[in-house]
């Protein structure tokens, strides 16, 4: 089973303009997502999918391999469907460029689920701990079935629990997807959902047009930069990982 990391690293960010391009303690961010990507072992092949010649030239200089997107995309999704159609591979992990700190395990759990011939997509999620979470419309939710197939996702608390007896969990949805590439080519030709549109959740489409996402459960916490101070998080969390190994 040939499986292909496909990085895509878009230039404009409107809340954090240039961030793949910000230094994280001495190499941008960019640069920090894929060596740690690469640093896990579990892919045949990692590539950046951009569209600025000078994110492409930092990931060159790291002896990267670089697609430069020809057209303009709405989504990381279609991004990277543009280098896949190119590519001869089973599966295909979209890697978030702003995520620097990638995890050997959640990735490698996340690609062994394609030996279910039944996996087309899969996704991963972890527990929500802290309870104020549950109610915040900027952490998605997620529910499955018994065999952890996705029923819904959403920025609602879902589910609600009316018993809290019930002993249900609540599971944050984290945005690293795999997919088998017929399913992700024909994911982004699709027309955006009803669904998808209401709660600005891609994954919903492809829920709306018949297909569940296997997902995979982690303890991992991922590290997103969406603005400025998440940056510094990020600055913070690389130095004690680097004084521990120490």
């Known amino acids: 089973m040939k499986t292909i990391a496909l990085i895509p690293a878009r230039f404009g960010a409107t809340r954090f303009p240039a961030k793949l391009l910000a230094d994280l303690c001495g190499k941008p961010l960019i640069t920090r997502t894929y060596l740690s990507t690469m640093d896990t072992g579990v892919f045949d092949r990692v590539m950046v999918v951009t569209d600025h010649e000078e994110i492409a030239d930092v990931i060159r200089g790291e002896g990267g391999e670089v697609f430069l997107s020809q057209k303009e995309h709405q989504s990381g999704s279609d991004r ?38 039944k996996v087309e997509v899969a996704s991963l999620m972890s527990p929500i701990k802290d309870p104020a979470l549950i109610h915040n419309p900027n952490i998605v939710k997620v529910v499955t079935d018994k065999e952890g197939f996705s029923l819904y996702f959403s920025r609602y608390p879902i589910p609600y629990v009316r018993d809290e007896g019930a002993g249900v969990r609540h599971y944050r949805h984290i945005g690293i997807y795999a997919y088998r590439k017929p399913l992700l080519m024909a994911f982004t030709q699709w027309e955006k959902s009803p669904l998808e549109k209401a709660e600005m959740l891609e994954q919903l489409r492809i829920l709306e047009n018949g297909h569940s996402i296997r997902m995979v459960e982690t303890d991992h916490q991922a590290v997103a930069i969406d603005v400025p101070e998440d940056l510094e998080k990020a600055i913070r969390y690389y130095k004690e990982q680097t004084s521990e190994r120490d």
């Open 80 to 117: 990277i469907a543009e280098a896949a159609e190119s590519l001869e591979a089973d599966v295909i992990v979209n890697v978030q460029g702003d995520e620097p700190f990638q995890d050997r395990k959640s990735l490698s759990d996340l690609v062994k689920v394609f030996l279910d011939d």
